[in-house]
Every structure is written in C-alpha cells, then in structure tokens.
C-alpha cells in the first residue's frame, strides 16, 4: 500500500544511548517531516526536509539530527537519548504546488520510544 | 505561543446529532487549514481541509467552516457516528515560498460519541 512506512515501532533506550528512526515514502513527495508526540501537546515539528538535499529546524530541534537519504527516505537521529525524549514519533510526507495549492499531507503509523 | 489553539480538550455528543468543534489561530499567514483525525497507537488520518480563498469546504459527512475576519475554524460531522470517536487534530500551514512547510497543531480535542 502506497504511504509513509517508520521503523521501527516500538523501541527502548537506556539514557545515553543512540538510534536512528527510519522513515521512507513512496508517493513521490518532495518534502518530508518528523514530528513528536507528547500527551496534552499536539503534534510538534522536530526537522523538515523541504526537498532532498535540504533539512531546516522545526519547534523542537534540541537533541535530534536528520538524513535526507534520497528523495524517499528521512532519517531522524537520536545520539545520546535521554527521558525527555519518551514520546511517540511520526514522520510525514506531503506536496505543494504553491499558495494555497496542496497535495496531501501523509503521516506514518508512528514510533513509540521510552527512555529509562 | 500557541498559533493554532483548540480549546475545548474533550467533547462528548450522542449518536446522529451534530459535532462541532472549533478551532483558533493568530498567525496571518497560515494559508491552509487541515483537520486529522486520530485512533489511539495510530498515524493521524487526513479528514478534511480548507484554502484561505474559501470560507466552507464539505466532503460527505464533514464540512470545515473558515472565518479569516475572526481566525476560526470549525469542523462540523453529521450525523455523528460511533466511528467518529477519535481525537481530532487542527493545523495549520503557511506557504513562505519554500515549497515545504511543517504544520502548525493544536492539542488536540478528544471526541465521543455516545449511544
């Protein structure tokens, strides 16, 4: 089925320690996002890839890096996790045509990590 | 400061009446607005969006209502369904000539529906 596909699904960390959450779509969209999710906080963006070859900061950068990969795959790095990063994860895909012209906007079933 | 602001965190309605639920933002430049629908352990599922340039967009049983004068938005579903038990997220989107904008969500509004 075509759509946003994160691996894995469930993960836990010990304080310290590195991961990396993959995120691949195959809608052909240029741009691609990790966000996180936290009880009674919404969905906050982490980084953004606009197209490949490029990645910007969101709201909540802090402790995170990224990999535009190719134009499919977005990759979101955790090099020394610590417990405020327990959240559930989601990486998203979309295209714009330009102002007020959209695409779709493609969320994947999520990753939830704990960090003890 | 909370651009997009869904001030109601739950909202309880009984089977085949109306849900409304409303949404609030500040930011002038948000050009698109979009509602998601989320189960729990699942991805937010796209529902229903609406351009700036339009003031009601509908789709079956959901229509999204937009007021720019007074920056809200509101999604009505009729009639309401058990189905539609899920929480339902508002966010927004600015076009800043980049080609790719992160949205912008509220909290969130948790809605059940009861028999």
């Known amino acids: 089925n075509a759509g946003v596909t994160q691996t894995p699904k469930f993960q836990v960390l010990k304080t310290g320690q590195s991961m990396t959450l993959q995120c691949a779509q195959d809608?052909?969209?240029?741009?691609m996002y990790w966000y996180r999710q936290d009880p009674g906080m919404g969905l906050r963006l982490i980084y953004y890839?606009?197209?490949?070859?490029?990645?910007d900061k969101g709201e909540v950068p802090n402790g995170y890096n990224v990999s535009r990969l190719n134009k499919r795959e977005f990759s979101l790095r955790l090099e020394s996790a610590a417990p405020s990063q327990t959240s559930v994860y989601f990486c998203?895909?979309?295209?714009?045509?330009?102002?007020?012209?959209?695409?779709?906007?493609?969320f994947g079933s999520g990753t939830r990590l704990t960090v003890v | 400061d909370q651009q997009v602001k869904q001030n109601s965190p739950s909202l309880s309605v009984q089977e085949g009446r109306i849900s409304i639920l409303n949404c609030d933002y500040t930011?002038?430049?948000?050009?698109?607005f979009l509602w998601y629908k989320k189960y729990p352990a699942e991805g937010p599922t796209f529902l229903i969006s609406?351009?700036?340039?339009?003031d009601k967009n509908e789709d079956g049983r959901f229509t999204v209502f937009l007021n720019k004068s007074a920056k809200h938005l509101s999604l009505h579903i009729v009639p309401s369904q058990p189905g539609d038990s899920a929480v339902y997220f508002c966010?927004?989107?600015?076009?800043?000539?980049?080609?790719?904008?992160?949205?912008?969500f509220g909290k969130g509004t948790h809605l059940i529906i009861q028999p």
């Open positions: 998203a895909s979309s295209e714009r045509g330009g102002e007020g012209v959209y695409y779709g906007y493609t």
């Open positions: 809608m052909n969209h240029n741009s």
């Open positions: 890839s606009a197209s490949e070859g490029t990645t």
């Open positions: 930011n002038s430049m948000f050009d698109y």
């Open positions: 609406i351009s700036s340039i339009k």
């Open positions: 966010a927004a989107s600015g076009y800043s000539g980049g080609g790719a904008d992160g949205l912008t």
